[in-house]
């Protein structure tokens, strides 16, 4: 937190409304954020699975490993977690995201916006992030409306077929 200076951004807020900041979101309200979460969650899968020897090899994993310049790494890098380690490991990584979006999207955390700006390329980069994730539950919406209709039109094709089952059996 010193490092990147969050306890100086973070120092006048309110701990509350910065606890509701990083709540993890609500699917029906929030979809862009569930969807940007969720593809998060797949790339740090596909990560995890890539960053192997058999994959990548071992002279990369040293070199990913390396601290200093000068200095070769002791140890290979490893991608391994434990199921507890990767559960917290991720919900950070959620809750940083939560805060990320809502700050700069939820016009409900407008005066609670930190004193921190992005760059032009985090803007662009963001806005492009959430573009994609609205594209994305767009999609999502448009094929559930169409099954919705499916359904629906199945629904009453049934009721049709069973009053004229029922009007032919009289």
């Not at 980069?125 to 099954?147: C, G, I, M, Q, Y």
């Given at each position: 937190m010193?490092?990147v200076?969050?306890a100086?951004h ?6 509350d409304?910065l ?23 797949r ?6 699975s ?10 990369a994993l040293f ?25 917290k490991?991720?919900?950070?990584w ?20 930190p004193g ?19 594209n994305?539950?767009?999609k999502?919406e448009?094929?559930?409306d ?7 039109a199945?629904?009453?094709?049934d009721r049709?077929?069973g ?8």
């Amino acid at each position: 937190m010193k490092r990147v200076g969050w306890a100086r951004h973070l120092k006048e807020k309110n701990p509350d409304r910065l606890r509701a900041a990083v709540e993890p979101p609500n699917a029906s309200e929030e979809p862009e954020l569930q969807v940007i979460i969720k593809s998060f969650g797949r790339i740090v899968s596909i990560a995890q699975s890539i960053a192997v020897p058999e994959v990548v090899g071992i002279n990369a994993l040293f070199e990913v490993n390396r601290k200093i310049a000068t200095q070769k790494p002791a140890m290979p890098f490893s991608s391994y977690m434990g199921e507890d380690t990767l559960k917290k490991y991720r919900g950070f990584w959620e809750q940083l995201l939560c805060y990320l979006y809502r700050m700069q999207e939820d016009e409900a955390f407008e005066a609670d916006k930190p004193g921190y700006q992005l760059t032009s390329a985090q803007k662009d980069a963001f806005k492009a992030l959430v573009r994609a994730a609205d594209n994305r539950t767009d999609k999502t919406e448009a094929a559930n409306d169409r099954t919705d209709r499916t359904g629906a039109a199945d629904n009453k094709t049934d009721r049709t077929e069973g009053r004229q089952s029922q009007e032919s059996d009289s």
